[in-house]
């Protein structure tokens, strides 16, 4: 069976599986916020080793991913899928930040303490500045690359149980990494996911509402404290003929 590394960790895989299915069975540090549906590139990862057994990038991929990020090795988990026997080596977008921010703000000093590393600060800083420039840059090829797919039935009301099953999934890992201050984040910041979620949801209701997907209505993500409600995510993408 292939193999593939992911953070370090190694983990069987099956001929055909996606990198994201891998990722998701063994819980590793991996985004899927649209449920391995190609509209959100949180599953985005860099391919160390092993690149020439996945399959070759296709529409979806290269709607987020401009061709100089494809040959630098990125690639979807939720479109990249393992062809052949080998090993694959990668690192995930959410592994990479985590690591970043703890050389930033987590480095512990002569004295035991953790202190900033100015330096480190500043390539967090770039890094997220950066991935965030290209995702804005990204979004018209995204938006016409879900049109076609939504015309052509490929986007289905399958996709919306994913996008609600992926968030009720990832939620209490979320609200694990804010509220236990896995990075070192205070309990004070808790609040801002629930407004982080709700823009997200409804950027997929505005989505498929522009895209023929019925009548998106809107899903709404509360917080008090460190405990979360999130509500299913009401999003109707077009239902294939």
């Given at each position: 069976m292939p193999t593939v590394e992911i953070n370090g960790q190694k983990s069987q895989a099956f001929v055909e599986e996606t990198l994201?299915?891998?990722g998701r069975r063994e819980k590793s540090h991996i985004g899927y916020a649209c449920g391995g549906n190609g509209l959100c590139q949180?599953?985005?990862?860099?391919?160390?080793?092993?690149?020439?057994?996945?399959?070759?990038?296709?529409e979806v991929e290269k709607a987020w991913n401009p061709q100089k990020k494809l040959d630098d090795g990125h690639r979807l988990a939720c479109q990249a899928r393992v062809m052949k026997e080998g090993t694959v080596t990668l690192t995930t977008r959410p592994e990479k930040t985590k690591m970043l921010y703890e050389e930033a703000f987590g480095m512990a000093g002569e004295d035991g303490k953790k202190h900033t590393n100015m330096a480190a600060i500043g390539e967090l800083m770039a890094f997220i500045g950066i991935e965030t420039v290209e995702h804005t840059v990204r979004m018209p090829f995204v938006f016409m690359n879900a049109f076609q797919r939504i015309s052509a039935g490929e986007l289905t009301e399958q996709a919306n149980q994913d996008i609600q099953e992926a968030w009720k999934e990832r939620m209490p890992e979320i609200q694990e990494l804010?509220?236990?201050?896995t990075f070192g984040v205070s309990d004070s910041l808790t609040?801002?996911?629930?407004s982080l979620t709700a823009t997200v949801q409804n950027l997929f209701g505005s989505l498929t509402g522009m895209f023929g997907g019925g009548n998106p209505q809107t899903a709404e993500a509360s917080s008090e404290g460190t405990a979360y409600?999130?509500?299913?995510l009401p999003i109707e993408l077009g239902k294939k003929a």
């Open positions: 994201l299915a891998v949180t599953c985005d990862v860099v391919v160390h080793e092993g690149g020439e057994l996945l399959s070759e990038p296709n804010m509220s236990k201050s609040p801002l996911l629930g409600t999130v509500q299913d």
